[in-house]
Structure formats: C-alpha cells, structure tokens
C-alpha cells in the first residue's frame, strides 16, 4: 500500500471550487425553501380546503421520497415537461429546494401549532382578525421554536448536496470521485473528500448544539 | 408526450427484485443501527469519562458527514485498508449502519435526558440501585419517548438505502437506473419507482404516529 | 354592600333595553350538553356573576357571547342584534365587548405598553402614539404605570391580570366579559385583581364575570345566575342567591364552598 498525498495537494483548487459550490447550492436551497417552507405551512393552516390538502399532499410526497430518486426524477423530467434544457446544477438546486421546502413546511406547521390556542383566542378577542393574529402574535412566537429546527435542516441539507453528484453537478463530491477516477488514488482521495466535509461540517454540527441549547423552550 | 411502460410490465420480477434487496438492507440495517446506536448511547449517558469522549467524537463526526461518502469510502478505501474486499451489499449494511447509529444514539440520549430527575430521587428514595432505576424506571419511559424517533429513523434508512445505488447494490434505486438506462424510458420507470418508494415510506410514519398516541401515557411522568 | 334594585325596586339598568341577551342558547360537544337552553338578559351598566360548579357551562357561555364559539341553538342578542356567523362581522362585534381570560395570555413578545397598545393600533388603526397614550393612562388607572416597558415574563400574575384588563379596555367595550379572572392566581394577588374589578363596576362598566370569589360576587354583583349541568338553575340578586336561596342545587353548591353567609 503506497500512498500519495500529494494528489490531493495538487488539486487544491479543483477541491476548493467544489466546496464551494457546495456551499453555493446550500445558501441558494434554503433561500428558496425558507420562503416556500412558509407558504406551504400557511396553506396548509388555511381555511380553504384545497390549499390546506394542495400543501399536504405536496409535503407528504416530498418527505416520503429518497432525494437521490428526487435528483434523478427532475433530471429527466424537467427538459420534458418545460421543453427548455436546465444545466445540472439548476436541476439540482431544483431537487434540493422541492425536498427541503417540504421539511421546512413541517417544521413551521409545528412551531406555529406550538403556540399556546389562548394566543390566538386573545389576539381575536380584541378584534383581530386571525390574519393579523397569525403575524404579529403567532409567527413572531413561533421563529423561537423554528430556528433550532431550521439549523438542523440546514446541515442535513448541507450533507444532501452531495447527493447531485450523480448528475455530474460540479460539487466537492462530484469533484473528489471525479479525481480518483482520473488519478487512480482512490484511498487518498476518499480520505480527502471525507476530511474535507468533516471539516466543513463538523462547526457546523457545533453551531446547531449551540442553537438548541440558546433557544430551549421551557414551557 | 407520449408514454410507454411496457418496459416496466416487462420487467417487473427485475424490479420487485430490487425492492426486496431495500426492504432487507433497510430492515437489518436498522436493527443493526438500533442496537449499536442504543449501546453508544446509553455509553455516551452512563460511560466514564475515557469512553464519552470518543463516543462523542464519533457521534458528532457521522453528523458532520453525507451518507454518500461513508459509503463510498467503507466500499472502495477499506478494501485498501484491510485487503479484504466486500461484497457491495455488506458494504452498504456496515456504512450505512455505523452512519445511523450515530443518529439513534443521539435520539436515545435526548429520551434518557428528558426524565425528571425527580424519578430517579423517587426510585433511589426506595432503595433501588442505579443500575436497577436505569433499568425499571428510565428506560421504560425513555424508550415510549423515542418512539417517534425511532420511527423516522426507519423512514431515513430505507431512503438511505437509496443512496447505496453509488456502490452499485442492486437494490430497487439501482435496478430503476439500469432499466431506465436499457429501454430509454427514465420518465416512466422513475416515476413508478417514486410511488412504489412512495408506498413503503407513506404508511410508516403513520403506524407509528397511531401506535406512539396510544401508549404515549405510559412515558408522561 | 350594592344592590341589584334602584330606589323603585326595579332591577339595575333594566330602563333600557338589554345589551345582551341569552335566548335558548345551546351548544353541544359531540355528544356532551354544555349549554341546554340558557335564557338571561344582561342590562346596561349591570354586574352579572355567573357561578356554579367546574364544567356546568359558565365559561362555555361567556366564550359564545364574543363568537369565541359557536352556538348549536337559540341566540345570542348584542344590542339586539343577532351574533353574526361571519368571522369579518363577527370581529366587529367583538370590538365592543372585551375578555379577560384565566390565564391572561398577555402576548409575551411585547411590553406592557405595547400589550395594550396593540389593539388600537392594529384593529382601530390608531396611530401609535395615540395608542400608546391611551395605554398608559390605562395602565395608570390600574396601577401598573411603571411597570409600562416591562414584558410579561417580568410581571406577577396579579399583574399581568391588570394589563390583561387595560388591554381589554383600550378598544373602550361596551361589556367586559371575565373568565374566571383569579382562579390562576396566587392569593396575595387576588385582591388586587379584584379591586380593580370593583372599580371598573362603580364606574358603570357592563360586566359578565365568571368566578369562584363568592364574597366578590356578594358584594359587586348586582345579578347572580347559578349553573349547573349546562342549566341555569337560579337567578336574581346576590341577597336572593346568597341569603335566602329558591332552589336546592344552589343551597347545595354554596354549602359545599363552606358559603357561610
């Protein structure tokens, strides 16, 4: 077993890109899939039956699929049914938003529920109405409850991005196994890959404990 | 837009193959996770200071890494490492089993943490020794807490199960791409297998939202 | 010691007509009867005290008054108008009464001032400096005015009780409606609550109380109604219902709170 360290340090740059571009489809997701996550957990709390069911029905779906089939699934479904050819990487940002606004519909749907049933009941009884009730008493109380949750999201997403590796989205993954295929230094290069994302990851994991403990609900 | 899946009624022994190559993956890897993962956890919450902190370590490390690569490097670095060489279907069981346990552990940590003090004042008041009150009072509880959890856990494993397509097992994920890839059908053999994940994954998490409602009272103290 | 009667023995505010009116009111829970055909008139300027044993309907009553539920029979009648079904008119109906709720559910994410504030703001469309005025007169008038840039979490139950009142007071109401205003407090605490209850009724405010302070209901009250089982059993004034009792439920209820008169 010899091994050549020196692969990984020839293709700094390459690796660098790629977690960069890890990071990019990570910021880029949750922009969305906050928003989205928002609009589907209101849908869903609504008094209109169909956006409640509409809203339900698109997170159980979402939250019931492997990613890597979602990933796959849009990459042959998107050029058909829009007629327009996507890159992969907007393809895979397309897969990553879908699943992660579904969790995060959840995680809003939970943290709004949370709120005691009085809040809302107070909040009307001095004539608001349950819009009004929903922003400036519930949503604001609920944000504590949410970000712990959001954190955790964030770095499962994170991991997830590795995931449109498989259609040749140029992040750290797809990068990595790109150059032990051409380098043959599969040990190294794997052991790269994995210190790579530990490094990156691990604070992260940190930070989300740091979260939790900081915005603990006592009830 | 026009549709075939013949390809799919072609091959359907093909594909139901796949699906029980997942449901046997998923299965023993999550028993394998629950029983490493309840050990590292209950090390993590009972150990001495010597074994915390690698358990620690391992824990947080599995978090800080995608499934995709655990996996990848258990099929092909190991080999290297070990010379001994798996068979794709090992290999996922044992990465993807060492990844989850990290997360059980987790889970059966936060239930352990999440009984009063109180209960365990009131079972040592009574002259029960710890290993006694870890056995009868806290765990009991602390395993109808997890439940819902646990419960999750099994959906992630059986979606995770998806991801060892990569190192070529041949479980349902891989054997949808291999057919996609022969009959230039991808939109109609993906489609399929999402309802067919879809199916496995959906009732789960209700099962176990309708069996976690009725025995709930029993870890509320 | 008040009295429900004027100087003619008529009962108080019944010159004009009724601001609220039960009229058959019923509401079911599934299968369980809440209310079973409750008929009761409130009159302008009058301390009506609904009292009886846990789960006999006070609350459930008080909570259809402001369309906090809705009634599966009969009517409910504010200034002679019937309870709309329509929450868009239901929310303007409710501008003319206010809550006040056992467990005061003042919003924790904002002061004091801005607790009582945020109702002329949002609802009446107030400027805030206005609103925020009138809250601190209000906040004077239940003693609470330096306490005005604290947040809930920083006030005693008694206190928050006193800003939950303020705030139900700022969309100035023409009934104020109490569940149970002191059954979470401490008894220290639940003079203070009451004496702004009291000082609120000589000022002339229309109020619908549930309660268990038997002497508070005594002594402010100038019409009592008893529940039980969802019916109301008795009614009239508190030297009726308190000294000389028609009906046996109401001998029974108050025997057991050790009601010694």
Sequence with gaps: MNLDWSVVWNHRDELLHGALLTVLLTVLTMLVAVPAGIVLALMRLSNSKALAAASHWFVEFFRNLPLILVVYWAFYVMPVLLHIEFSAFTTGLVALCLNVSAYNAETFRAGINSIRKGQMEAAVAIGMSRWQAMKQIIVPQAWRRVLPVLASTWVSLFKDTSLVSVIAVGELAHVALQIRSQSFRVLEMLTAMAVIYWLMGYPQAKLVDWIQKRFEVKE | ?221 | ?261
């Design chain 2, 1 to 221: 837009m026009d549709f075939d899946f013949s390809p799919l009624l072609e091959s359907w022994q093909y594909l139901l193959g796949g699906l029980g190559i997942t449901l046997l993956l998923s299965a023993l890897t999550a028993l394998a996770s629950l029983v490493l993962g309840t050990a590292l956890g209950l090390g993590r919450v009972y150990g001495p200071g010597w074994l915390r902190v690698p358990i620690v370590f391992y824990i947080d490390t599995q978090r800080a890494i995608p499934v995709l690569v655990v996996l990848v490097w258990f099929y092909f670095a190991v080999p290297i490492l070990t010379g001994i060489n798996f068979h794709p279907f090992w290999a996922a069981l044992m990465a993807l089993t060492l990844h989850i346990a990290a997360y059980v552990a987790e889970i059966v940590r936060a239930g352990i943490e999440s009984i009063r003090p109180g209960q365990v004042r009131a079972a040592l008041a009574l002259g029960m020794s710890r290993a006694q009150i870890v056995r009868k009072v806290v765990l009991p509880q602390a395993l109808v807490r997890m439940l819902p959890a646990f419960g999750s856990i099994l959906s992630i494993t059986i979606k995770d199960t998806a991801i060892a397509t990569v190192i070529a097992v041949p479980e349902l994920m891989k054997r949808a791409e291999t057919l996609a890839g022969q009959s230039y059908r991808p939109i109609e053999i993906f489609s399929v297998v999402a309802v067919i994940y879809f199916i496995i994954l959906f009732p789960g998490t209700r099962l176990i939202d309708a069996l976690y409602k009725r025995v709930a009272h029993l870890g509320r103290s």
């Design chain 3, 1 to 261: 010691m008040t009295s429900a009667r004027t100087g003619n023995g008529a009962r108080k505010g019944s010159e004009s007509a009724p601001v609220v009116v039960y009229d058959k009111v019923r509401k079911l829970y599934g299968d369980f009867v809440a209310l079973d055909g409750i008929d009761v008139q409130v009159h302008k300027g009058e301390v009506m005290c609904l009292i009886g044993p846990s789960g006999s309907g006070k609350s459930t009553l008080l909570r259809c008054t402001n369309a906090l539920e809705t009634l599966d029979g009969g009517r409910v009648l504010i200034d002679g108008v019937a309870l709309p079904t329509d929450e868009r008119d239901a929310r303007k109906v409710r501008q003319k009464m206010g809550m006040v709720f056992q467990n005061f559910e003042l919003f924790p994410h904002k002061s004091a001032l801005d607790n009582v504030a945020i109702g002329p703001i949002t609802v009446l469309g107030m400027s805030e400096d206005k609103a925020r005025e009138r809250a601190m007169t209000l906040l004077e008038k239940v003693g609470l005015a330096a306490k005005a840039n604290n947040f809930p979490s920083g006030l005693s139950g008694g206190q928050q009780q006193r800003v939950a009142i303020a705030r139900a007071l700022a969309m100035e109401p023409e009934v104020m409606l109490f569940d149970e205003p002191t059954s979470a407090l401490d008894p220290e605490t639940i003079g203070e609550v009451l004496n702004v209850m009291k000082r609120l009724a000589d000022e002339g405010m229309t109020m619908v109380v549930v309660t268990h302070e038997m002497t508070f209901a005594r002594r402010v009250a100038n019409w009592v109604v008893v529940f039980d089982h969802g019916k109301v059993v008795e009614q009239g004034p508190p030297e009726q219902i308190f000294e000389a009792p028609h009906a046996e439920r109401t001998r029974d209820f108050l025997s057991h709170l050790g009601w010694n008169g």
